[in-house]
């Protein structure tokens, strides 16, 4: 099969590696990194010309951004198969609020929560509770576009600024507590297959502390979370939106994420992502066992699906990125040690070549994944790994699965 894969960070890379491993296939990537390039053949510029040009049979879309801006619908069009959804269904992730209402709509276990275009609206809503609350922007807000507030000045901050977003709406909700799971489903109409459940670490700093990431790591499964798990995430959550969408006359084909609150209560979806998580693809895609280009392939086509086999044992993912993260960063640092590493993947992220010598280029750098008979043997290679390579500011957590 000739396959392209559209992105270039540690997702697209894991995605790149599980399809070369499937193979043989023919396989390039838009624009890929220098890990991709290893296993592929990397294609600058636009993606959906990218697919033209190599004659794809099948392209899997990694980011959200070019779903929400139509990729999925264009290429469907031109008679390519995608996975990855079009736009109508992309707004799952682009616009909280119609993943509000799909979820109520669907009867999904979820933050109450209201939607509002003006401050004084929101303010009220929270009635001096700050704490009780999450502020959400309603659009696209790359990681950034959710606020938990400590008082109301910070809450009244957050409104103004959220406000001021592409969408110019906010949702406020309930805050829930407890640990999340991130479950990946891959998506063929109103049916899907669930993925092994994985967690992301999302803030920098040890101990759960700091800004938010683009994630520092990630676990499979998490602990606790088991075939009943899975089995009630499928029936509660993603066979309910899918449903849901179909009776709206969309047609969902791809990956779909519910990133998940295991609150006192029982599992709540927070979010809905329109495409794999990132870190959780490069822990979750090495434990399937194969199969996932004619997975991949189906759900494009909007076919049947197989339930995929999954490794024994779990994974886990050390993020390895650069000081300062997530602000300003410096670049170009040469890389090290990449030679010397044994038992674990490294996906690229962040790395260029310059001169010749492979460089980071941005925040987050690389990935390490590796797999075990169990969490522990997992998490020790990635840290054996990770003290073998070097690059200077190199920062990483030591802590992944370890706090919840
Ligand atoms: P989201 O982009 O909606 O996943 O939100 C990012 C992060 O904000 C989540 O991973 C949670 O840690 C937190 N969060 C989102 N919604 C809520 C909520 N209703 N209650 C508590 N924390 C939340
Ligand atoms: N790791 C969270 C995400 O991909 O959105």
């Known amino acids: 099969m000739r396959i392209l894969v559209v992105g270039g960070g540690g997702r697209e890379h894991a995605l790149a590696w599980a399809l070369h491993r499937d193979g043989p296939h023919s396989l390039a990537v838009c624009p890929g990194n220098p890990g991709t390039a290893d296993i592929a053949v990397n294609v600058p ?27 999925g619908d264009r290429l469907r069009a031109a008679g390519i198969p995608c996975f990855g959804p079009g736009a109508d269904c992309a707004r799952l992730e ?19 929560g209201e939607l509002f275009r003006d ?18 922007a309603d659009g696209l807000a790359g990681g950034k576009g959710v606020v938990l507030p400590a008082s109301m000045e910070e809450a009244r901050r957050a409104v103004d600024s959220l406000l001021a977003g592409a ?64 089995r009630e995430a499928l029936d509660t959550v993603f ?5 849901e969408l179909k009776s709206r006359g969309m047609d969902y084909r791809g990956a779909l ?6 609150t006192p209560d029982g599992p709540r979806v927070l979010e809905f992502n329109v495409r794999f998580g990132d870190p959780e693809a490069q822990a979750v895609l090495p434990v399937i066992r194969g199969g996932l280009a004619d997975l991949f392939m189906s759900a494009a086509l909007g076919g049947g699906l197989s339930e995929p086999e999954a490794e024994p044992g779990a994974s886990a993912v050390v993020i390895l990125a650069s000081r300062g993260y997530p602000g300003p960063c410096g670049t170009g640092m040469p890389i090290t040690g990449l030679d010397r590493v044994r038992d674990v993947l490294l996906f690229h992220a962040g790395t260029s070549i310059r001169d010749g010598v492979l460089v980071t280029s941005g925040g987050r750098v690389m990935g390490i994944t590796a797999l075990g008979e169990n969490l522990d043997r997992a998490l020790e290679l990635c840290y054996r790994a990770a003290e073998t390579v070097h690059f200077d500011g190199m920062t990483y957590r030591r802590d992944i699965g370890r706090s919840l």
Not at 119 to 136: N, Y
Not at 257 to 262: D, E, H, I, N, R
């Open 257 to 262: 994420y519910a990133g998940m609150m295991l």
């Open 119 to 136: 401050r004084e609206s929101a303010m009220d809503f929270m009635a001096g509770a700050p704490a009780e609350w999450v502020v959400k």
């Open 45 to 71: 510029g636009d993606p959906f010309q990218a697919a033209l040009d190599t004659g794809s049979d099948l392209v899997v879309v990694g980011p959200e951004a070019p779903l929400a801006a139509g990729l």
């Open 167 to 230: 969408s110019g709406a906010v949702v406020v909700e309930e805050r829930l507590t407890g640990p999340e799971v991130s479950v990946m489903a891959v998506c063929s109409g109103d049916r899907a297959v669930i993925l092994p459940p994985s967690r992301d670490h999302k803030r920098i700093g040890e101990g759960n502390t700091g800004p938010n990431t683009g994630g520092m790591g990630a676990v499979c499964p998490p602990p606790g979370t088991g075939r009943d798990f899975s």
């Open 94 to 112: 682009s616009s909280k609020w119609f993943a509000k209402e799909i979820m109520t709509a669907a009867g999904v276990p979820t933050a109450r």
């Open 239 to 243: 066979l309910p939106v899918l449903r």
